[in-house]
T-cell receptor
Framework: DAKTTQPNSMESNEEEPVHLPCNHSTISGTDYIHWYRQLPSQGPEYVIHGLTSNVNNRMASLAIAEDRKSSTLILHRATLRDAAVYYCILRDSGGSNYKLTFGKGTLLTVNP | DAGITQSPRHKVTETGTPVTLRCHQTENHRYMYWYRQDPGHGLRLIHYSYGVKDTDKGEVSDGYSVSRSKTEDFLLTLESATSSQTSVYFC????????????FGQGTRLTVV
């Protein structure tokens, strides 16, 4: 499985934008980039996903590099409720293997 | 919210006893997953299922077995629980296609004493 690399932790201030990076230099052409987050004492929840183009939804934006070897999850105005562990994962649409594996993610701290 | 429930939510058991955790879904999703989460290790995949009676191993499958006799239920069994299996266990479901999102249960906290 293609792997991702994320910083262990990041810190932000409330109401400021947050850019969470993810490197996936071995990504294949059929890999989708997914982001999930896990709030304290909860199961992970889906945030956003994309293949090649930048994506926006009500929670966040996903910026994908032109070579697709990295991506950035953008929270436009961080709130205290955004404090969580953020996971960047790849899902391969080119095979029959539907494993869903996670790394350690990035722990985001939001300061009031 | 996606229809996925885990039971029990909390369990304390003794070393050497068998334990079964249940994941139940009402979404008719094909794929189901079991994870464990421990401090410093993130989410680690134990086993997953890609259909009724179709399962495969994940990263940390030793000491665990699974069964899926119907679409809605995915059972995780610890045949003889050990203290190293004390953890929080999460179940997840996903539809067909890797562009679909996965939904997670609320977790089961298992303590083996």
């Amino acid at each position: 499985d293609a792997k991702t690399t994320q910083p262990n932790s990041m810190e932000s201030n409330e109401e400021e934008p947050v850019h969470l990076p993810c490197n996936h230099s071995t990504i294949s052409g059929t890999d989708y980039i997914h982001w999930y987050r896990q709030l304290p004492s909860q199961g992970p929840e889906y945030v956003i996903h994309g293949l090649t183009s930048n994506v926006n939804n009500r929670m966040a934006s996903l910026a994908i590099a032109e070579d697709r070897k990295s991506s950035t999850l953008i929270l436009h105005r961080a709130t205290l409720r955004d404090a969580a562990v953020y996971y960047c994962i790849l899902r391969d649409s080119g095979g029959s293997n539907y494993k869903l594996t996670f790394g350690k993610g990035t722990l985001l701290t939001v300061n009031p | 919210d996606a229809g996925i429930t885990q039971s029990p939510r909390h369990k304390v058991t003794e070393t050497g006893t068998p334990v079964t955790l249940r994941c139940h879904q009402t979404e008719n999703h094909r794929y189901m997953y079991w994870y464990r989460q421990d401090p410093g290790h993130g989410l680690r995949l134990i086993h997953y299922s890609y259909g009724v009676k179709d399962t495969d191993k994940g990263e940390v499958s030793d000491g665990y077995s699974v069964s899926r006799s119907k679409t809605e239920d995915f059972l995780l069994t610890l045949e003889s629980a050990t203290s190293s299996q004390t953890s929080v266990y999460f179940c997840a479901i996903s539809g067909q296609g890797v562009w679909t999102e996965a939904f997670f249960g609320q977790g089961t906290r298992l303590t083996v004493v």
